[in-house]
């Protein structure tokens, strides 16, 4: 077997440092050796989004990224998302629309969301809806997860002037 | 009490367990870990039909990291001549599924498993057990498993005195059907098809099990019912249920398919060899391959009416696929088929029909939607010949309150009837279409169920509560509990916290599943409440000295009855609490009832669809649901839960599909080929809830979760016909369907 790698790397604003295999994924690292178990594997391929994280700001699937790519990079996760006990304006509103049944999704879905808002802070349905088909929902029907995005886009824009 | 009068009954408050799901901190079962745990992986057949002649396991058991070994030798055998029922599985089938028998009856079968430090090495030593298979001849499809020539799954299996692939038949009958037809002006009988769909809950499934040197064993795992769990895992395993403590994780995603077990028994026992914690997680293949779908099936509908819309006779013939053992959802479709009209002469019949797939589950409304399809489509084709609009037609023969259905019961006050008149008046029902645009209506029906359900009430002694119940949140029910337990305690909801509790803390409750969970838990909760609410009666009445009946509970304290009670300061819940220790002690009930009373749900849909001529892509750009849900405790669940069940019709409809290759191997085990309808693929699924209170429940309610899946699949195809002109009679009509259909004549623009 491979001796294991020695990363050093930045999660949700703290410096890291973790060994593994060079064959393990970051969502791997991340679930079984960082205890960050809020991004989720529910295909193992970049198919559903449950594992989305952001790296050096870009959304990617951490099912489909070596852990040793870490080395030196920013890492964000849905654990970094709220500001201590102040929910994320996302996280709140979905909560009061009901933007999730099962919640297995709904890390993923939240990271990829922020992600749409921080570089587009007025989306149109369709550009939410684009932007989140890489992050399957099977209950919702993507109405009120699509609905929330757009509500705190507005409350965000709001709250900015 | 009128809904108007509700304080939270209604409110669509922020789930009690809201936080943690959006923050990453809801722990689901393949989240969990334990000290000294390790990892369990199973082999599975590569074979869609073979013979096990044997198993060496010994090269797998001498890799280093390897702790436990297991076959179908360490499960226990429920012989096939003794039916052993648990809830709507078998044992004898179960104890077949989880681990091949003698036999591997489809690709992806498990037929051994390891544990061992790692996945990796565990997966290693997978490679390392040697089989020696048999391969037979496969039957994938219905006709194969039907042919007089097809390869015969199970030896013992006999239909009509010969070897046969059927395991059973279920029907239905009304009324005289031949007379019927007679009586008919216009009759057409159609052929259809639908195919097997994925429930495709995004959670695979996972379970951590620890077993301790006296057999003491603990399970947490993603279930739609622990006691479903720790019942199956205990028959299977031989051990007692109550050396078993089945703790429910927050679950991913069931839609019924959850109702069943895979990895617990073999976890359990790979757990016990290896003295270890054993986790297990299914890869999205395995899931695809080794869980269960639904049925596919194919049809025979034929339906009579008079001129003027009066139906004299309907009849369907569904053959449903279970997989590898027996068990498909015959009794959905033959009695939710012809369930929402008054028909005077009707007979539904049904074949289960084992082939070499996965064992089907559960799927949202079991059955319910193929029995429907036919139906629904051949009204759509009457009411177009005798020149009625389809709702019309649906009116004209809506069954209402004393109807007695086709399958047997006689309906009770209902709001069928009002979900076709809102639909007929509805905006979306008026709007024009533009080009290659069309509209399509269709109903539904699902029985909708009551059963076992247990809860606790407690009272804290800061005066709030904790409400503990049976059943797995599968969709936010936790919010629906605690809106009704806070109404009826008349305080804040957010005072009472609501918990699922695991198989050692609250009393038998039985699956989170046919819609039953907010109905029957919302009765033991509402009897629980009551209960305490009449021991802070009489705490109250024993500090006032006066008689318990002469204190009333309201708006969150105790208030003497009227003038004659006595001139008294209410006292609070909170007051109460305190002084609980002085006037009586602990202040908590808990109730575990057979519900009963869940009457049957029903719902119209419309859809409006684009067919885009070039990619030959049909697109649903406009949906509504339409229906009954009794009382919406919490609409916002209410609208997510029919929300998600027109998605789930519109990707069943359209796209999801299991492509076999010619060794009989599932092609596209993932969310890539397999596809599932993502964010860009819908609009917005706008719904209205009609509210016509169930009279055998304390709040009126009717399971809401599964009837919206039953209509969509029909008032999508019906949708396209009057796109294109095209009657698609089977199922997806997905892009090379549809485009291959755009070159017929009567497709033409």
């Known amino acids: ?31 079984n050796e960082l205890d960050l178990t809020g991004a989720k594997e529910g295909c193992g391929s970049g198919d559903c989004g449950a594992c989305s994280i952001t790296l050096d700001g870009t959304l990617v699937c951490s099912c489909l990224m070596l852990a040793a790519e870490a080395e030196g990079k920013e890492i964000t996760t849905i654990e ?48 939410v809806r684009f932007w989140l088909a890489g992050n399957l929902c099977r209950c919702t029907g993507y109405d009120k997860i699509v609905r929330a995005v757009m509500d705190t886009a507005a409350e965000m824009r709001g709250a900015a002037k | 009490m009128s809904s108007n009068d509700n304080k939270w009954i209604g409110e669509s408050t922020i789930r009690p367990d809201g936080a943690d ?19 369990g992986k199973v082999l599975r057949s590569p074979h869609a039909h073979a013979k096990i002649r044997s198993i060496d396991t010994s090269k797998a058991e001498a890799l280093p990291g390897v702790k436990a070994v297991m076959t179908s030798a360490d499960i226990v055998d429920f012989p096939i001549d003794t039916p052993f029922p648990l809830g709507i599985q078998d044992m004898r089938w179960m104890c077949r599924n989880v681990m091949a028998r003698d036999k591997a009856l489809f690709h992806g079968h498990p037929v051994a498993a390891v544990a061992a430090m790692t996945e990796a090495i565990a997966a290693e030593a997978c490679k390392l057990i040697e089989v020696d298979y048999e391969v037979l001849p496969h039957a994938i499809e219905i006709d194969d498993a039907l042919a007089d020539d097809a390869p015969i799954l199970h030896e013992w299996m006999e239909f009509d005195g010969k070897p046969s692939n059927i395991a059973g038949t279920l029907e239905h009958s009304k009324g005289d059907v031949e007379a019927g037809f007679a009586e008919a002006d216009v009759i057409i009988e159609r052929d259809f098809t639908t195919r097997p769909v994925h429930q495709g809950y995004i959670e695979p499934h996972a379970c951590l099990v620890s077993v301790a040197a006296d057999n003491k064993t603990t399970i947490w795992s993603s279930s739609q019912g622990q006691f479903m769990v720790r019942a199956m895992t205990a028959l299977l395993t031989g051990m007692n249920q109550s050396d078993i403590r089945a703790i429910p994780a927050e679950i991913g995603g069931g839609f019924g398919g959850k109702t069943i077990i895979y990895l617990e028994p073999l976890a359990t026992i790979l757990s016990k060899k290896s003295g270890r914690p054993v986790k297990m997680t299914m890869t999205r293949e395995e899931v695809m391959r080794a869980s269960g779908p639904t049925s596919g099936s194919k049809s025979t509908v034929k339906i009579g009416v008079k001129k003027d819309g009066t139906i004299t006779a309907a009849q369907g013939t569904y053959w449903l696929q279970a997989g590898g053992l027996p068990g498909a959802p015959v009794r959905g479709a033959v009695g939710c088929a012809l369930a929402p009209y008054d028909i005077p002469n009707g007979h539904t019949f049904g074949y289960d029909v084992v082939c070499n797939r996965s064992k089907v589950a559960a799927y949202r409304a079991p059955g319910a939607p193929i029995g429907s399809f036919g139906v629904e489509c051949v009204l759509d084709e009457l009411a177009e010949e005798i020149g009625m609009d389809p709702l019309d037609l ?16 006689v309906y009770p006050v209902m709001g069928y009837v009002e979900s076709l008149e809102a639909a007929k008046v509805h905006d979306h029902y008026k709007a024009p279409l533009g080009p290659n645009q069309g509209r399509g209506v269709a109903s539904g029906f699902w029985f909708n169920a009551g059963g ?42 957010k005072r009472v916290s609501v918990l699922i509790g695991d198989t050692a803390t609250v009393g038998f409750s039985n699956l989170t599943g046919g819609s039953r969970v907010l109905f029957a838990s919302s009765m033991v909760v509402t009897e629980s409440t009551n209960k305490v609410i009449r021991t802070l009666c009489e705490l109250a009445a024993k500090i006032w000295d006066i008689d318990p009946d002469a204190v ?35 202040i908590g009930a808990g109730v575990q009832i057979n519900t009963t009373g869940a009457e049957g749900g029903f719902g119209t849909h419309i859809c409006d669809v684009e067919v885009d001529r070039e990619l030959g892509i049909a697109r649903v750009i406009r949906y509504t649901v ?9 609409p916002a669940y209410v609208e997510g839960q029919m929300q998600g069940g027109a998605a789930q019709a519109i990707g069943w409809a359209l796209n999801e599909e299991y492509l076999y290759d010619k060794d009989g191997k599932v092609d596209n085990p993932g969310f890539l080929d397999y596809r599932m309808p993502v964010a860009s693929d819908l609009p917005m699924l706008d719904t209205y809830i009609i509210e016509v209170p169930n009279p055998k429940h304390p709040q009126g309610v009717r399971g809401v979760g599964e009837v919206p899946l039953v209509p969509g699949l029909s008032a999508v195809r019906n949708a396209i016909y009057d796109a294109i002109g095209v009657r698609f009679n089977d199922l997806p009509i997905s892009p090379p369907r549809l485009a291959a259909a755009l070159d017929m004549p009567e497709a033409a623009e």
């Open chain 2, 394 to 409: 649906r009116l004209k023969n809506a069954a209402k309150e004393g109807t007695q259905a086709v399958h047997g019961p």
């Open chain 2, 452 to 493: 076992e359900s247990s809860a606790q009430v407690n009272i804290t002694e800061d005066g709030n509560v904790v409400v503990t119940t049976g059943h797995p949140d599968i969709g936010g029910s936790r919010a629906g509990i605690a809106n009704i337990c806070a109404e009826l305690l008349g305080i804040d909801y």
């Open chain 2, 552 to 586: 009333e509970w309201e708006d969150g304290a105790a208030r003497p009855a009227g003038a004659n009670a006595g001139q008294f300061d209410p006292l609070t819940l909170a007051e109460l609490a305190a002084r609980a220790n002085e006037t009586g002690g602990p």
């Open chain 2, 21 to 39: 799901k959006v923050t990453g901190r809801a722990a689901f079962a393949a989240d969990s870990t334990m000290p000294g745990m390790i990892w």
């Open chain 2, 626 to 634: 339409l229906q009954d849900v009794g009382r919406a405790v919490h």
């Open chain 1, 80 to 127: 970094g998302m709220a500001a201590g006990e102040t929910l994320h304006p996302l996280q709140q509103k979905f909560l009061e629309e009901a933007a999730l049944q099962c919640g297995i999704c709904t890390p993923g879905m939240l990271v990829a969301a922020k992600a749409l808002l921080d570089q587009n802070p007025d989306p149109t349905e369709t550009e």
């Open chain 1, 1 to 31: 077997m491979a001796k294991k790698l020695h990363i050093s790397t930045t999660i949700n604003g703290e410096p890291e440092e973790f060994l593994c295999a060079p064959s393990d994924t970051m969502l791997d690292v991340l679930r």
